[in-house]
């Protein structure tokens, strides 16, 4: 009954999956607003100021977002640029390509949880 | 297949150049959806590196909004803004081939997928604009 785990793709595409739907529904405003937007001053850098976004980050929900948000997306760029540098060439490196990918992705995701929960 | 079994028997693995993906329309377009990836993890990156700034204090933070409006991050912005949609729009074109939705032993049309997907796009940015956008 209990098949094996041949590999652990299914587990990083699941992470891909999720981290390309959050990005693609929730990142183009994000930049918009807090990227594009304050460069060129359309909006107002205070609505991201220290103050209101420490006010904001005492909602537990909201780190749970943001941790989401910025982890999710970094496994989502792990698993496709893994296989882009297999693309472009780096077949005979495989293995130590996906823990450099994958390695990235995990260490920035620890260090949002530790931001977060134990530093905000 | 595992490593043991690929070295007994001879395998052949047919060269590719690294500019494979020039070749074609369609490669090069696909390969510009796999490198959108690297620009939503650069701005996954600059909201680290926002927390991290806002952790060490106000004068920090203020500095690291500072740099939010020089030239630079203008520009890298819109940079990231473009391939951030152009992952959207591929995202979503995939999604009525990838998930296909039944309702009893009907199949909801592709498109309708991906109109609903459109619109509650439209609508989760509404909300977040009015939640971050306006003070």
Redesign the interface.
């Known amino acids: 009954m209990a098949a094996r785990l041949k590999t652990t793709d299914p587990f990083w595409w699941a992470l891909f999956s999720a981290g390309g739907t959050l990005a693609a529904f929730l990142l183009p405003a994000h930049i918009l607003i807090t990227g594009v937007g304050i460069s060129f001053g359309w909006i107002q850098p205070e609505v991201i100021g220290y103050q209101r976004l420490l006010t904001w980050l005492e909602h537990p929900l909201l780190k749970i977002y943001l941790l989401l948000l910025i982890s999710l997306s970094l496994f989502h760029w792990a698993h496709r640029f893994r296989y882009v540098l297999i693309d472009m060439g780096l077949r005979s490196i495989k293995a130590p390509v996906a823990v450099l990918c994958y390695g990235t992705a995990i260490a920035a995701t620890v260090a949002t949880l530790v931001l977060l929960f134990f530093c905000l | 297949m595992n490593q043991e079994t690929l070295n007994r028997h001879p395998v052949y693995?047919q060269p590719?150049?690294?500019t494979?993906?020039l070749s074609s329309r369609n490669y090069f377009l696909f390969?510009v959806r796999?490198?959108s990836?690297?620009f939503?993890?650069l701005?996954?990156?600059?909201?680290?590196v926002?927390?991290?700034r806002?952790?060490q204090g106000?004068a920090q933070?203020?500095a690291y909004?500072e740099s939010?409006?020089?030239p630079f991050?203008?520009l890298s912005?819109?940079v990231?803004?473009v391939f951030?949609?152009y992952?959207?729009v591929t995202?979503?074109s995939l999604t009525p081939i990838v998930m296909v939705v039944r309702l009893g032993t009907r199949v909801i049309p592709p498109q309708l997928v991906l109109l609903t997907n459109y619109l509650?796009?439209l609508i989760?940015?509404g909300i977040?604009?009015c939640l971050?956008?306006?003070?």
């Open positions: 693995k590719m150049s690294a494979w993906w390969m796999e490198v990836a690297l939503v993890a701005f996954a990156v600059s909201y680290l926002g927390l991290y806002l952790s106000e933070y203020t909004l939010l409006q020089t991050a203008g912005f819109v990231i803004l951030a949609l992952h959207t995202w979503f509650v796009w989760l940015s977040l604009f971050v956008g306006t003070s």
